[in-house]
């Protein structure tokens, strides 16, 4: 890789002696670019113009100056990268400040009615009332019934996404024939590429009806959202997991077999614990798949803006997170799109922040593996 | 194979007493029982179903299973695919004997599907507590345990704790205290009766009691078909029609476990079975989901999907061409000795062959008689939210009209492939010096052409007021075809009249010619063509257009130079003529298959029909898929199609892929190969991951708020596409990566070694190693941006039964002000297929599900199909690597 050929940016521009020329084509390259990039944030009807500047000029680099064209090029490829990220954090935060501002901890903690906050909130999921959560026309915004069906529903995927992943993962990694294999993992693949809205669709056709003759329920449910979710997270935890286990090192399966261990004590004792935290990280980003689900639980739950009575009743429907910003950003008005933000906010921190966790610990493990070794 | 295989083998084959059949047969009622709860739960058979249904049912049953088994015996029996391992047969036959007593218990008694399954339960857990009972008495040889170990003990304990508490809620109702007593003794006593005894009763008696209770339950009638529990707190209830096959399910789980524990004669290798029949029957649940769900949407959707699908026998025959071709290269691969058993494997390889060869002969059958193909049925349209009955048919009609590019596609196809199996003639025959001058001036002429090409498209077809079209493109154009056929026609010519004394001979002299022929014809001829639409002719010679028919001419030429080739070689003797003339052969087919195409190209690019011998090649082609071909008709008798949504479909993908990828593939070269690694790219590829997982959603509130306001201020294609790419970028990215990185360094030091700067290494020693990692990692994450559907109900603005695809080729118009370039279709709202099946749902009662399903189907198969072609590539890339 890159510490077997050593160059460091003076040495490429500087290295062959047409220096002066190069660094004329990636200084012309490079302001043409900063140029484009500034009239398309200022003046945006410009910008179609200097973009074909910038593309001659890369053009005329690139026949005379390849190589350094080319190592400019793929920097700015970076660099546009990163600041695509960067903006878009940036622009849902700045987003969500105003509501966040004006609502306070009201859209997270504690409810607010007319401007004044309710505290006893809690005491309405047990006892009947009628007061809302969520009216932009009076405007009462709250997202906790929200943030609380989220939690519902996450938490019944995770019931159906877990084991049967960590068992999945098992079957790949260590159960499974070569030949089985080959069929098995690129099915988990098309079962994590069949897309949102056909789970969706299945729901609402056929699973809500199902539940309507069985489970006599007057329609939508948490069950059936989570048990779809739950289905949909199902190829991350796999893949994710058996990725984990494969990586336990060949060494120290064969160490147990070799005490006359079977297969199944070699699984249990060596490789699930040493793969523990790999799994548990493929845990984590299957319920951050989880969270971040929408078009499947827009489909099967109607939409609806208070808390399930009791918490725990599985059968009654609520729109989570992800669900209420599709459904309601069509018809929103300036105030409900700031608390809408908010939402999206939330949800961006917290899945990136089970992204980043889920990471940490899947490094940390091929560290530890890797130190075994 | 090692000592250690051959003992394990011969232990597995070690042959079973009655005791070991017998749990052999548990297990396959097992396995049965928690088919048959699938069954139930989604109601394929209703648990309350009796008589003729349920004995049809399990008939159905029968017969797969005596299908699967019996076939695998056979198999087995003729020594194909040998099975000597005891367990499998035992199994195979409990298989076979449970079904057949279940279906001879549902004809002879009235029992209804419920009864049945707890019957089941009701054996299994007398079967399992024999099995217990034997091994503790030593009657057979077991290795078990001191005890079944915390872990089990901990499991029943937990469903001790649930039956308990379920039991005396019934019997006490909740919250009270007897209900607590009930459900923490039933737990703790499942939990010593778990670990307290030795392993083969620890584990088998808490497992019998499990079952056998819920089988009690079931059989007993406690629980019923009609039974129903509806709590006022909750908004839901439970039905016997769900818990029935919910018990089922457990029940038979927790039986196959404890059955193949006994199997194994418990200790480590009982648990090892245990564990295994568990993990097995987990992966089958999961591809049976994945299946179901496949199956499902096709079912739901395929019949409105496909309705008035119509193609003419001739164009499938050309459709079928490049099938036709692959089936006979399987075909050839060598098939092994005279054994009887190679034999079949070369009937395998020979049935595809025979396939698509008795499908041809079914088109060509219907041309000769002309006595259409058609398979009518009826399909479901929603009127007035109601459905209504409509009639159609499959067809094949006896249409020798084939569609322009319903031929290009084949030909290139084929002309491509032959291609790449073209070597190379250079430096064979003799080469006069006027081919020499020839093969010098052709190239130029080509240029001339294109030149004429640039001059056109940019002035128009009369420039300045000249008719330069008319005179200067009709002479160019004129010159080029006739050029090119002259070309096309000499090699047969060369071959034909040289004096050669073998047809080979004359072949391999004339070598030069063929390569000049086929490639400056096609050429020359394309640049002609291309030279028409722009310059606005179509010179005609008599009744028909002059660049056709050469073109035609010339594939007949080429088409006969590839016989007479073909029949020089089974005259010659030397290896290497035979070599070149294959070779020759080849490029004879290219050229015809090329020479073809340029034949579909001409009618596409002008509009104008060709026939020749009673086939047409036409722009109203015979082919007619309605679905997919037309646009909502709205308060039409026939519902039309959802072609907007797949042109729209079409468009995202293409402008996310040109945003996308070459941003994270010049980010990825960047990172991997000249950045320092360290803590800056540790940072971007932990963002990107991040970025990856982040909801799409949270993608179509940015879209929505950033990317509208500054795009036009409407929902648009464009704002779609740039969403779409946001989410495609850090997949690209990621993938780009890793496969750049799984170059081996080896590559980079050879070249660093030979003096190549590190710019020429990553172009042309890195990238190309690279890049069928990229390209599937493309094409994954294509399939996947697709079907998202989230972020484009914010942005796009799509409606149900959109009337107008987007058209944003000619959507391009030049404008005076900056920015001088405007596409207003690209600013305009458009359908999308995953929006379409949204919007479906969204309409509630009025939306058609008919459509919807057929919307998701054709969705479903568009992610699928890049999904497949991307893991194909992968599987054949990685094959390739490892071997070669």
Same mark, same amino acid.
């Given at each position: 890789?890159?510490?077997?050929?050593?160059?460091?940016?003076?040495?490429?521009?500087?290295?062959?002696?047409?220096?002066?020329?190069? +660094? !004329?084509?990636?200084?012309?390259?490079?302001?043409?670019? $900063? #140029?484009? @990039?500034?009239? =398309? &944030? %200022?003046?945006? *009807? /410009?910008?179609?113009?200097?973009?074909?500047?910038?593309?001659?000029?890369?053009?005329?680099?690139?026949?005379?100056?390849?190589?350094?064209?080319?190592?400019?090029? +793929? !920097?700015?490829?970076?660099?546009?990268?990163?600041?695509? $990220? #960067?903006? @878009?954090?940036? =622009? &849902? %935060?700045?987003? *969500? /400040?105003?509501?966040?501002?004006?609502?306070?901890?009201?859209?997270?903690?504690?409810?607010?009615?007319?401007?004044?906050?309710?505290?006893?909130?809690?005491?309405? +999921?047990?006892?009947?009332?009628?007061?809302?959560?969520?009216?932009?026309?009076?405007?009462?915004?709250? &997202?906790?019934?929200?943030?609380?069906?989220?939690?519902?529903?996450?938490?019944?995927?995770?019931?159906?996404?877990?084991?049967?992943?960590?068992?999945?993962?098992?079957?790949?990694?260590?159960?499974?024939?070569?030949?089985?294999?080959?069929?098995?993992?690129?099915?988990?693949?098309?079962?994590?590429?069949?897309?949102?809205?056909?789970?969706?669709?299945?729901?609402?056709?056929?699973?809500?009806?199902?539940?309507?003759?069985?489970?006599?329920?007057?329609?939508?449910?948490?069950?059936?959202?989570?048990?779809?979710?739950?289905?949909?997270?199902?190829?991350?935890?796999?893949?994710?997991?058996?990725?984990?286990?494969?990586?336990?090192?060949?060494?120290?399966?064969?160490?147990?077999?070799?005490?006359?261990?079977?297969?199944?004590?070699?699984?249990?004792?060596?490789?699930?614990?040493?793969?523990?935290?790999?799994?548990?990280?493929?845990?984590?980003?299957?319920?951050?798949?989880?969270?971040?689900?929408?078009?499947?639980?827009?489909?099967?739950?109607?939409?609806?803006?208070?808390?399930?009575?009791?918490?725990?009743?599985?059968?009654?429907?609520?729109?989570?997170?992800?669900?209420?910003?599709?459904?309601?950003?069509?018809?929103?008005?300036?105030?409900?799109?700031?608390?809408?933000?908010?939402?999206?906010?939330?949800?961006?921190?917290?899945?990136?922040?089970?992204?980043?966790?889920?990471?940490?610990?899947?490094?940390?493990?091929?560290?530890?593996?890797?130190?075994?070794? | 194979?090692?000592?250690?295989?051959?003992?394990?083998?011969?232990?597995?084959?070690?042959?079973?007493?009655?005791?070991?059949?017998?749990?052999?047969?548990?297990?396959?009622?097992?396995?049965?029982?928690?088919?048959?709860?699938?069954?139930?739960?989604?109601?394929?058979?209703?648990?309350?179903?009796?008589?003729?249904?349920?004995?049809?049912?399990?008939?159905?049953?029968?017969?797969?299973?005596?299908?699967?088994?019996?076939?695998?015996?056979?198999?087995?029996?003729?020594?194909?695919?040998?099975?000597?391992?005891?367990?499998?047969?035992?199994?195979?036959?409990?298989?076979?004997?449970?079904?057949?007593?279940?279906?001879?218990?549902?004809?002879?008694?009235?029992?209804?599907?419920?009864?049945?399954?707890?019957?089941?339960?009701?054996?299994?857990?007398?079967?399992?507590?024999?099995?217990?009972?034997?091994?503790?008495?030593?009657?057979?040889?077991?290795?078990?345990?001191?005890?079944?170990?915390?872990?089990?003990?901990?499991?029943?304990?937990?469903?001790?704790?649930?039956?308990?508490?379920?039991?005396?809620?019934?019997?006490?109702?909740?919250?009270?205290?007897?209900?607590?007593?009930?459900?923490?003794?039933?737990?703790?006593?499942?939990?010593?009766?778990?670990?307290?005894?030795?392993?083969?009763?620890?584990?088998?008696?808490?497992?019998?009691?499990?079952?056998?209770?819920?089988?009690?339950?079931?059989?007993?009638?406690?629980?019923?078909?009609?039974?129903?529990?509806?709590?006022?707190?909750?908004?839901?209830?439970?039905?016997?029609?769900?818990?029935?096959?919910?018990?089922?399910?457990?029940?038979?789980?927790?039986?196959?476990?404890?059955?193949?524990?006994?199997?194994?004669?418990?200790?480590?290798?009982?648990?090892?079975?245990?564990?295994?029949?568990?993990?097995?029957?987990?992966?089958?649940?999961?591809?049976?989901?994945?299946?179901?769900?496949?199956?499902?949407?096709?079912?739901?959707?395929?019949?409105?999907?496909?309705?008035?699908?119509?193609?003419?026998?001739?164009?499938?025959?050309?459709?079928?061409?490049?099938?036709?071709?692959?089936?006979?290269?399987?075909?050839?691969?060598?098939?092994?000795?005279?054994?009887?058993?190679?034999?079949?494997?070369?009937?395998?390889?020979?049935?595809?062959?025979?396939?698509?060869?008795?499908?041809?002969?079914?088109?060509?059958?219907?041309?000769?008689?002309?006595?259409?193909?058609?398979?009518?049925?009826?399909?479901?349209?929603?009127?007035?939210?109601?459905?209504?009955?409509?009639?159609?048919?499959?067809?094949?009609?006896?249409?020798?009209?084939?569609?322009?590019?319903?031929?290009?596609?084949?030909?290139?196809?084929?002309?491509?492939?032959?291609?790449?199996?073209?070597?190379?003639?250079?430096?064979?025959?003799?080469?006069?010096?006027?081919?020499?001058?020839?093969?010098?001036?052709?190239?130029?002429?080509?240029?001339?052409?294109?030149?004429?090409?640039?001059?056109?498209?940019?002035?128009?077809?009369?420039?300045?007021?000249?008719?330069?079209?008319?005179?200067?493109?009709?002479?160019?154009?004129?010159?080029?075809?006739?050029?090119?056929?002259?070309?096309?026609?000499?090699?047969?010519?060369?071959?034909?009249?040289?004096?050669?004394?073998?047809?080979?001979?004359?072949?391999?002299?004339?070598?030069?010619?063929?390569?000049?022929?086929?490639?400056?014809?096609?050429?020359?001829?394309?640049?002609?063509?291309?030279?028409?639409?722009?310059?606005?002719?179509?010179?005609?010679?008599?009744?028909?257009?002059?660049?056709?028919?050469?073109?035609?001419?010339?594939?007949?030429?080429?088409?006969?130079?590839?016989?007479?080739?073909?029949?020089?070689?089974?005259?010659?003797?030397?290896?290497?003529?035979?070599?070149?003339?294959?070779?020759?052969?080849?490029?004879?087919?290219?050229?015809?298959?090329?020479?073809?195409?340029?034949?579909?190209?001409?009618?596409?690019?002008?509009?104008?029909?060709?026939?020749?011998?009673?086939?047409?090649?036409?722009?109203?082609?015979?082919?007619?898929?309605?679905?997919?071909?037309?646009?909502?008709?709205?308060?039409?008798?026939?519902?039309?199609?959802?072609?907007?949504?797949?042109?729209?479909?079409?468009?995202?993908?293409?402008?996310?892929?040109?945003?996308?990828?070459?941003?994270?593939?010049?980010?990825?070269?960047?990172?991997?190969?000249?950045?320092?690694?360290?803590?800056?790219?540790?940072?971007?590829?932990?963002?990107?991951?991040?970025?990856?997982?982040?909801?799409?959603?949270?993608?179509?509130?940015?879209?929505?708020?950033?990317?509208?306001?500054?795009?036009?201020?409407?929902?648009?294609?464009?704002?779609?596409?740039?969403?779409?790419?946001?989410?495609?970028?850090?997949?690209?990215?990621?993938?780009?990566?890793?496969?750049?990185?799984?170059?081996?360094?080896?590559?980079?030091?050879?070249?660093?070694?030979?003096?190549?700067?590190?710019?020429?290494?990553?172009?042309?020693?890195?990238?190309?190693?690279?890049?069928?990692?990229?390209?599937?990692?493309?094409?994954?994450?294509?399939?996947?941006?697709?079907?998202?559907?989230?972020?484009?109900?914010?942005?796009?603005?799509?409606?149900?039964?959109?009337?107008?695809?987007?058209?944003?080729?000619?959507?391009?118009?030049?404008?005076?002000?900056?920015?001088?370039?405007?596409?207003?279709?690209?600013?305009?709202?458009?359908?999308?297929?995953?929006?379409?099946?949204?919007?479906?749902?969204?309409?509630?009662?009025?939306?058609?599900?008919?459509?919807?399903?057929?919307?998701?189907?054709?969705?479903?198969?568009?992610?699928?199909?890049?999904?497949?072609?991307?893991?194909?590539?992968?599987?054949?890339?990685?094959?390739?690597?490892?071997?070669?």
């Amino acid at each position: 890789m890159t510490e077997d050929i050593p160059t460091t940016e003076g040495e490429t521009v500087s290295s062959e002696d047409r220096a002066d020329g190069s +660094t !004329l084509a990636v200084g012309a390259v490079a302001t043409t670019l $900063v #140029a484009t @990039i500034l009239v =398309f &944030l %200022f003046r945006p *009807a /410009l910008a179609l113009p200097m973009l074909l500047a910038f593309v001659f000029v890369t053009a005329v680099g690139w026949v005379t100056y390849q190589a350094e064209v080319a190592r400019l090029l +793929t !920097l700015v490829a970076t660099v546009l990268t990163v600041l695509t $990220v #960067a903006f @878009i954090t940036f =622009f &849902l %935060f700045a987003s *969500a /400040l105003p509501a966040f501002l004006e609502h306070g901890t009201g859209l997270l903690l504690i409810p607010e009615q007319g401007g004044e906050a309710r505290w006893f909130f809690w005491l309405e +999921t047990v006892l009947p009332s009628d007061s809302t959560y969520w009216n932009p026309l009076s405007g009462a915004y709250s &997202l906790i019934p929200m943030i609380w069906a989220t939690v519902v529903v996450t938490v019944i995927a995770g019931a159906v996404a877990g084991p049967l992943g960590l068992f999945g993962a098992l079957f790949i990694a260590e159960v499974a024939s070569d030949r089985l294999r080959e069929i098995i993992k690129p099915g988990v693949e098309i079962l994590a590429g069949i897309p949102s809205i056909v789970y969706g669709f299945i729901g609402f056709q056929v699973l809500n009806g199902f539940i309507q003759t069985n489970f006599l329920d007057d329609g939508a449910s948490f069950l059936i959202a989570g048990i779809v979710v739950g289905v949909m997270a199902l190829p991350t935890v796999v893949s994710v997991g058996e990725d984990a286990l494969s990586s336990v090192p060949q060494s120290m399966g064969d160490g147990s077999v070799a005490m006359g261990a079977t297969e199944w004590q070699t699984m249990k004792s060596i490789s699930i614990p040493a793969a523990f935290s790999g799994i548990s990280a493929a845990v984590i980003l299957g319920l951050g798949r989880a969270i971040g689900e929408t078009m499947a639980v827009a489909a099967i739950m109607a939409s609806g803006t208070q808390f399930a009575d009791p918490l725990f009743d599985v059968f009654d429907a609520n729109a989570t997170l992800t669900s209420l910003i599709a459904t309601q950003y069509g018809s929103a008005s300036e105030s409900t799109v700031d608390v809408l933000f908010v939402a999206g906010v939330m949800l961006f921190v917290i899945v990136a922040g089970m992204s980043i966790v889920s990471q940490y610990i899947e490094r940390r493990m091929q560290r530890k593996l890797k130190g075994q070794q | 194979m090692s000592d250690a295989y051959a003992t394990t083998d011969r232990l597995v084959s070690a042959d079973s007493n009655s005791y070991d059949r017998g749990l052999d047969a548990a297990i396959a009622l097992s396995v049965i029982g928690f088919t048959l709860g699938l069954v139930t739960l989604v109601n394929l058979v209703p648990p309350g179903a009796s008589g003729s249904s349920l004995t049809t049912a399990l008939g159905t049953l029968l017969a797969v299973v005596v299908g699967a088994v019996g076939i695998t015996g056979l198999a087995s029996y003729a020594n194909v695919v040998p099975v000597t391992s005891q367990r499998v047969r035992g199994i195979g036959l409990g298989l076979v004997v449970s079904v057949v007593a279940l279906t001879v218990l549902a004809a002879l008694l009235p029992v209804t599907m419920a009864t049945l399954l707890g019957a089941v339960l009701l054996v299994e857990a007398l079967a399992i507590t024999a099995a217990g009972v034997t091994s503790r008495l030593e009657l057979v040889d077991t290795e078990p345990n001191m005890s079944a170990g915390l872990l089990s003990g901990v499991a029943f304990g937990a469903i001790g704790l649930a039956m308990g508490a379920a039991v005396g809620g019934a019997l006490a109702g909740f919250g009270s205290l007897p209900w607590l007593i009930g459900a923490a003794v039933a737990g703790v006593s499942l939990f010593l009766l778990a670990i307290l005894p030795r392993e083969d009763l620890g584990s088998t008696l808490p497992t019998a009691l499990v079952v056998g209770a819920l089988g009690l339950t079931i059989v007993t009638g406690t629980i019923g078909v009609g039974w129903q529990w509806n709590p006022q707190t909750l908004s839901g209830g439970f039905t016997g029609g769900a818990v029935i096959p919910v018990f089922l399910l457990v029940g038979t789980l927790l039986s196959a476990w404890s059955a193949a524990k006994c199997r194994a004669g418990f200790g480590a290798r009982g648990r090892e079975y245990g564990a295994f029949l568990v993990i097995n029957l987990n992966a089958f649940l999961m591809v049976a989901v994945m299946a179901t769900i496949v199956v499902f949407v096709t079912l739901k959707g395929v019949g409105y999907a496909v309705r008035g699908l119509s193609v003419g026998a001739l164009t499938a025959l050309v459709f079928l061409t490049p099938a036709l071709l692959a089936a006979v290269q399987f075909a050839r691969t060598p098939a092994g000795t005279n054994d009887w058993n190679d034999g079949a494997r070369q009937l395998f390889r020979v049935l595809p062959l025979a396939a698509v060869g008795a499908l041809a002969a079914t088109f060509v059958s219907v041309l000769v008689t002309g006595s259409p193909l058609r398979y009518s049925y009826a399909y479901t349209v929603q009127v007035n939210r109601q459905g209504q009955a409509l009639d159609t048919a499959l067809a094949v009609t006896p249409d020798t009209t084939v569609g322009p590019l319903l031929l290009l596609a084949p030909a290139v196809l084929l002309a491509v492939t032959f291609f790449r199996s073209f070597g190379s003639l250079r430096n064979v025959g003799t080469q006069s010096e006027r081919t020499g001058s020839i093969r010098q001036a052709v190239p130029t002429a080509a240029l001339v052409l294109v030149v004429l090409i640039g001059f056109f498209l940019i002035l128009g077809p009369a420039p300045f007021g000249l008719p330069l079209g008319e005179t200067l493109g009709f002479a160019a154009v004129v010159a080029g075809a006739v050029a090119a056929g002259g070309l096309a026609v000499t090699p047969l010519v060369g071959v034909l009249t040289s004096d050669g004394p073998t047809l080979a001979d004359s072949a391999q002299r004339e070598a030069p010619l063929f390569t000049l022929g086929v490639f400056g014809g096609l050429g020359l001829l394309l640049a002609a063509l291309l030279l028409q639409p722009v310059a606005g002719i179509n010179p005609r010679v008599g009744p028909v257009n002059l660049v056709p028919v050469v073109a035609f001419g010339a594939a007949v030429a080429s088409l006969a130079l590839a016989t007479l080739t073909t029949v020089a070689k089974r005259s010659s003797e030397e290896t290497i003529t035979r070599r070149l003339l294959t070779e020759e052969t080849r490029l004879g087919l290219v050229g015809a298959a090329g020479f073809t195409a340029l034949v579909g190209l001409h009618v596409a690019a002008t509009g104008v029909s060709f026939t020749v011998l009673g086939v047409a090649v036409s722009n109203e082609g015979s082919f007619s898929w309605p679905m997919v071909m037309q646009a909502y008709i709205p308060l039409g008798a026939e519902p039309g199609g959802i072609m907007p949504a797949i042109v729209g479909t079409v468009w995202l993908v293409v402008g996310a892929t040109l945003f996308a990828v070459p941003l994270g593939v010049g980010a990825a070269v960047f990172l991997t190969e000249y950045a320092e690694q360290g803590r800056f790219t540790a940072v971007v590829e932990i963002a990107t991951n991040a970025l990856w997982s982040t909801p799409s959603i949270v993608f179509g509130l940015f879209g929505a708020a950033f990317l509208i306001p500054r795009l036009g201020g409407d929902e648009s294609l464009l704002a779609g596409m740039l969403v779409l790419g946001f989410m495609l970028l850090p997949l690209v990215l990621i993938t780009s990566r890793e496969s750049i990185k799984a170059v081996p360094d080896e590559y980079r030091d050879a070249s660093a070694a030979l003096g190549v700067t590190q710019w020429e290494t990553i172009k042309s020693v890195v990238l190309p190693a690279a890049m069928p990692g990229v390209i599937t990692g493309v094409i994954l994450g294509v399939g996947r941006i697709a079907g998202e559907t989230a972020p484009l109900i914010l942005v796009l603005g799509s409606t149900l039964n959109a009337t107008e695809s987007v058209d944003v080729i000619d959507g391009f118009r030049f404008v005076s002000g900056p920015p001088f370039i405007a596409n207003d279709a690209l600013l305009t709202a458009s359908a999308s297929l995953p929006t379409q099946v949204w919007a479906v749902i969204a309409a509630g009662v009025s939306g058609s599900p008919q459509m919807g399903w057929a919307t998701a189907f054709i969705l479903l198969m568009v992610v699928l199909t890049f999904y497949a072609v991307g893991i194909t590539a992968r599987t054949y890339f990685r094959r390739k690597l490892n071997y070669e």
